[in-house]
């Protein structure tokens, strides 16, 4: 059974700070895909890494996959309220998307 | 730009009770899939239909049943409900399978 690891599982932090989800297995994937949740909503795609070492930007959020393709993060700068929200690591290897049990993020102001 | 449509929002069942779960995406996609969420587990695959025609089994799919009705309508059935299946429920669906997967807005299904 693949499993994907999430740390930490909740975090609170002051608006400004920096911080790291990090997203492991012992599996290799073909692809990892990060996705961000707000309450009363299903998840949302941030972006899909497909390449081992590969790195990803979107404004703020830097994602990377391990260059085995087994572990991924996402790096937050500056992190503002409303980066709020529980992100979710799923990687995918036969078509069907494993998902990662979420990191829940409460930016304070 | 509705995406991919859930119903309904919010149901309570009494244990023992059967219900449909609703999906319709109209985004000419093939592939639909159905996931529930439970805290601190993140969201676990229940069934899936690759192509229209096809079902298959997830990680969890003890106790539910699956319609794939067309290429749009892909329906989530629960027999005769228990407890353990109080959760969220999403409907998902991609263009092809292990394509970009894009969500419903959940049903919340409570079991007393």
């Known amino acids: 059974t693949q499993l994907l690891e999430q740390s930490p599982q909740f975090l609170s932090i002051q608006e400004g700070e920096n911080l790291t989800v990090y997203c492991n297995s012992s599996?290799?994937?073909?692809?990892l895909q990060w996705y961000r949740q707000e309450p009363g909503e299903g998840p949302v795609l941030l972006v899909t890494?497909?390449?081992?070492?590969e790195v990803k930007k979107l404004k703020r959020l830097t994602f990377q996959f391990g260059d085995a393709r087994k572990d991924s993060s996402l790096h937050i700068t500056a992190a503002q309220p409303g980066d709020t929200g529980l992100y979710l690591c799923?990687?995918?290897?036969?078509?069907?998307?494993?998902f990662g049990q979420g990191t829940t993020l409460q930016v304070k102001p | 730009n509705a995406g991919v449509t859930q119903t309904p929002k919010f149901q309570v069942l009494k244990t023992g009770q059967s219900m449909t779960l609703q999906c319709a995406q109209d985004?000419?996609?093939?592939?639909m899939y159905w996931y529930r969420q439970d805290p601190g587990m993140g969201l676990r695959l229940i069934y899936y239909?690759?192509?229209?025609?096809?079902?298959d089994k997830g990680e969890v799919p003890n106790g539910y049943n699956v319609s794939r009705l067309n290429k749009r309508e892909f329906s989530l059935r629960l027999e005769s409900a228990a407890p353990s299946q109080t959760s969220v429920y999403f409907c998902?669906?991609?263009?092809?399978?292990?394509?970009?997967?894009?969500f419903g807005e959940g049903s919340w299904l409570t079991v007393v």
């Open positions: 998902a669906s991609s263009r092809g399978f292990g394509n970009t997967i894009y």
């Open positions: 599996s290799v994937f073909s692809s």
């Open positions: 890494v497909v390449t081992g070492g």
């Open positions: 799923a990687g995918s290897n036969t078509g069907k998307l494993i």
């Open positions: 985004m000419n996609h093939n592939s």
């Open positions: 239909s690759a192509s229209e025609g096809t079902t």
